[in-house]
């Protein structure tokens, strides 16, 4: 067993984020375990890029209100207690709703792997927007 101490909240890069994103990284592979978690805070309307992951993507809320939307116009509301899946390939994003927070873990098979996380274009307002109404029913 080995015990992994606290790590500094970083700002994540704003070439693949919208709006204010902060992120404790949590695990990043030991040699034996390519496993990838991260705690991380999305503000109201923030989000991720665009982007798919190599070996999927699990996305469990421990707070507030978040969105996941895919690029064929699927999104759901995700609260806390709830998780996501992305399939290996699966072009989504994720972040706060836009007037709740909302933080997860992300986990990730890639641990040394520069083609874990490919990075897309930002999600435009117009498709956030689309994704949250169709989310919540409002469209």
Not at 7 to 26: H, I, Q, S
């Amino acid at each position: 067993m080995n015990k992994n101490p606290r790590t500094a909240t970083v700002k994540t890069p704003a070439e693949n984020f919208t709006g204010d994103v902060w992120m404790n990284p949590l695990f990043d592979g030991d040699g034996t375990s390519r496993l990838v978690c991260g705690h991380v805070r999305f503000t109201p309307g923030a989000r991720t890029n665009w982007h798919s992951h190599s070996n999927g993507q699990l996305l469990v809320c421990t707070d507030g209100v978040g969105l996941v939307g895919t690029r064929d116009g699927r999104s759901v509301l995700l609260h806390a207690g709830e998780s996501v899946w992305t399939p290996a390939g699966e072009e989504h994003f994720h972040g706060g709703t836009a007037d709740q927070m909302m933080c997860h873990y992300a986990i990730l098979d890639g641990s040394g792997d520069a083609d874990a996380t490919t990075w897309l274009e930002p999600v435009t307002d117009d498709q956030y927007a689309a994704a949250e109404a169709a989310a919540t029913g409002s469209r």
